[in-house]
Nanobody, 128 residues
Framework: QVQLVESGGGLVQAGVSLILSCAASGRTFSQYSLGWFRQAPGHEREFVAAINWIGGTTYYADSLKGRFAISRDNAKNTVYLQMNSLKPEDTAVYYC?????????????????????WGQGTQVTVSS
């Protein structure tokens, strides 16, 4: 069982950077691959980024590659999402998720159904 708690969201102006954190409980954090998703009102939950259990491979939504960065610190049981040059269209609730799968490849991590555990989400609002 893994419990995930996101933090770091808020109201920011367009163009700034923000770092989201997701703290996980459990002693087996390093065995989980982790992902970030977001959901805007009226839209489906959308894949943002993922990092595998080893931490050496990352995956990004094509539209966010180069602007967002995912990382993890297994010593702190935490996964991060660095978001740069934020735009109003980045406004959404951001969720972190964990999967015990050790599947290899982008297709293993882009779908919400691939994940076993979810956090409660943190709101990010970007004003123009």
């Amino acid at each position: 069982q893994v419990q995930l708690v996101e933090s770091g969201g808020g109201l920011v102006q367009a163009g700034v950077s923000l770092i989201l954190s997701c703290a996980a409980s459990g002693r087996t954090f390093s065995q989980y691959s982790l992902g970030w998703f977001r959901q805007a009102p009226g839209h489906e939950r959308e894949f943002v980024a993922a990092i595998n259990w080893i931490g050496g491979t990352t995956y990004y939504a094509d539209s966010l590659k180069g602007r967002f960065a995912i990382s993890r610190d297994n010593a702190k049981n935490t996964v991060y999402l660095q978001m740069n040059s934020l735009k109003p269209e980045d406004t959404a609730v951001y969720y972190c998720a964990a999967t015990s799968s050790h599947c290899v490849g982008y297709g293993c991590y882009r779908g919400p159904s691939e994940y076993d555990y979810w956090g409660q989400g943190t709101q990010v609002t970007v004003s123009s």
